[in-house]
């Protein structure tokens, strides 16, 4: 398991992971009345096995990490995304 500055690295070097929640929030913010989150989830623990559990409003995910827990959130602004990663 890694620390929570291994995954703060991870999310902030790997644009294959910054993309793939972008997307994922984009197209929950267009389907969340008929998709489950659960779908989400799947996805993204092939990029991130650390993930722990899923917040939807806004659209995000919980990480554990070997010395606590952190919160990722994509923020949709407008025409600006953003992704916000904050120690819970």
Request: aromatic fraction near 10%; proline fraction near 2%; glycine fraction near 6%.
């Amino acid at each position: 398991m890694r620390t929570k500055d291994q995954i703060v690295g991870f999310v902030r070097d790997t644009t294959k992971f910054q993309e793939l929640m972008i997307n994922l929030a984009e197209r929950w913010e267009e389907e969340k009345e008929y998709e489950d989150i659960g779908e989400y989830m799947e996805a993204i623990e092939k990029e991130l096995p650390e993930v722990s559990g899923a917040t939807t409003d806004p659209f995000g995910v919980f990480v554990k990490c070997a010395d606590g827990l952190l919160k990722i959130n994509v923020y949709c602004i407008g025409d600006r995304v953003s992704l916000m990663v904050k120690e819970i």
